[in-house]
């Protein structure tokens, strides 16, 4: 059974950047066919996907947040990190990871998800 875990500050300031790691268990995240994303939802708000890092690790972003995201990886540990850079309060969400199993922007899409970590971006 995977599981998803994700960890990093609660807390960011405006115009700082929020890094965010998933550590995976139970399945590597060089696995064929899997891919790994970051989801977030505002408070109020819908899932909005923002990005995710193939098993190959090619990446593929939200063109509304591409500018300013990066999601690398570290195979030596099983995780993944989220970097967003130049943040506003309305980058303020509950982030998760989560896995699937194609190559989807498509929040429901995915199958494996974290429980979720709440950042959020003070004035």
């Known amino acids: 059974q995977v599981q998803l875990q994700e960890s990093g500050p609660g807390l960011v300031k405006a115009s700082q950047t929020l890094s965010l790691t998933c550590t995976v268990s139970?399945?590597?995240?060089?696995?064929?066919?899997?891919?790994w994303s970051w989801i977030r939802q505002p408070p109020g708000k819908g899932l909005e996907w923002i990005g995710y890092i193939a098993y190959t690790g090619s990446t593929h972003y939200s063109p509304s947040l591409k500018s300013r995201t990066s999601i690398s990886r570290d195979t030596s540990k099983n995780q993944f990190t989220l970097q967003l850079s130049s943040v506003t309060p309305e980058d303020t969400a509950v982030y998760y990871c989560?896995?699937?199993?194609?190559?989807?922007?498509?929040?429901?899409?995915?199958?494996?998800w974290g429980q979720g970590t709440q950042v959020t971006v003070s004035s």
């Open positions: 989560a896995r699937g199993p194609r190559p989807s922007t498509t929040p429901r899409e995915y199958d494996y």
């Open positions: 139970g399945g590597s995240i060089t696995t064929n066919y899997y891919y």
